[in-house]
């Protein structure tokens, strides 16, 4: 009972400051019958997370499998804890802005006459390929993640 009520002020907490973040969108699933969703659902500049929150109690199998399909669909789905989440949440930070200062970059480049159409095609392709790349690194360190849950489960 004191586990259930720990988890839930720390997911109120978490979500709190998952909110503040600039160019995101964040939910707490609540659904009571439906066993193994994620605890949180949000986007952040166009990129899918699923975080699943635990305190001191340890991750199931249907919770790690539900995570792993996500991982599958592009989407970057962690176990948070106490120990990593300001972690997380600072690079969750600093890739919402980091996104942000690029596309205000972007429209003011692509908005100067002096930039031709091939000019602007070609920035465009850079920062999607470097985005990519980003989101890629994101995706691969949320899988370790849950590969080293699995194994101390």
């Not at 659904?31 to 990129?47: A, E, Q, V």
């Not at 176990?79 to 997380?88: A, G, H, R, W």
């Not at 091939?118 to 985005?131: D, G, H, Y």
């Amino acid at each position: 009972m004191r586990t259930q009520k720990r988890e839930s002020r720390f997911q109120t907490a978490f979500l709190k400051r998952l909110r503040k973040i600039p160019g995101s969108w964040w939910m707490k699933c609540n659904d009571k019958t439906t066993i193994g969703l994620p605890d949180i659902i949000g986007f952040c500049n166009g990129l899918g997370f699923a975080f699943e929150l635990k305190t001191k109690s340890k991750i199931d199998a249907l919770q790690l499998d539900t995570l792993r399909k996500i991982a599958k669909c592009a989407t970057v789905s962690a176990v948070i804890t106490e120990d990593n989440c300001k972690e997380m949440l600072s690079s969750l930070a600093f890739f919402a802005i980091t996104e942000h200062k690029r596309s205000l970059i972007d429209m003011q480049l692509l908005g100067r006459s002096s930039l031709d159409n091939s000019q602007a095609s070609t920035l465009r392709k850079r920062r999607s390929c470097k985005t990519k790349k980003r989101h890629a690194s994101l995706l691969s360190n949320s899988k370790r993640t849950l590969r080293e849950r699995a194994g101390t489960r």
